[in-house]
């Protein structure tokens, strides 16, 4: 499971921090839960600059060669993860 994290500045810029493939050994996290829950209570944004890359979405972005249409892919995937999470937060 691919998860893409990033950080919101003050004046409300995302700055992309990291592309993280989270992978158990065993195949015993498929789809990435245990390893969200791990991110969320150990970092301080109680997970809000994390979000996992959807099957489709990874697809996509693994298709694609031209760097333009993959930055703005990531920044589609972001803008629609944190829109979403300051709605659910209101």
């Known amino acids: ?3 893409i994290e ?3 500045t003050a004046s409300g810029e995302i700055e992309l921090v ?3 493939n989270a992978v158990e050994e065993d195949g015993q996290d498929p ?3 245990e ?3 791990w991110r969320s209570a150990t970092f301080e944004d109680d997970g809000l600059g994390c979000v996992a890359v959807r099957p489709a979405e990874l697809e ?5 060669e031209d760097p333009e249409q993959l930055r703005a892919m990531v920044e589609r995937i972001i803008l629609s993860d ?3 999470k300051e ?3 209101s």
């Open 1 to 3: 499971m691919l998860f």
């Open 18 to 20: 990291a592309l993280i």
């Open 6 to 8: 990033y950080d919101v």
């Open 60 to 64: 996509s972005m693994e298709q694609t």
């Open 35 to 37: 390893w969200m829950a």
């Open 87 to 89: 709605r659910a937060g």
């Open 31 to 33: 789809d990435g839960t």
């Open 82 to 84: 944190r829109s979403a």
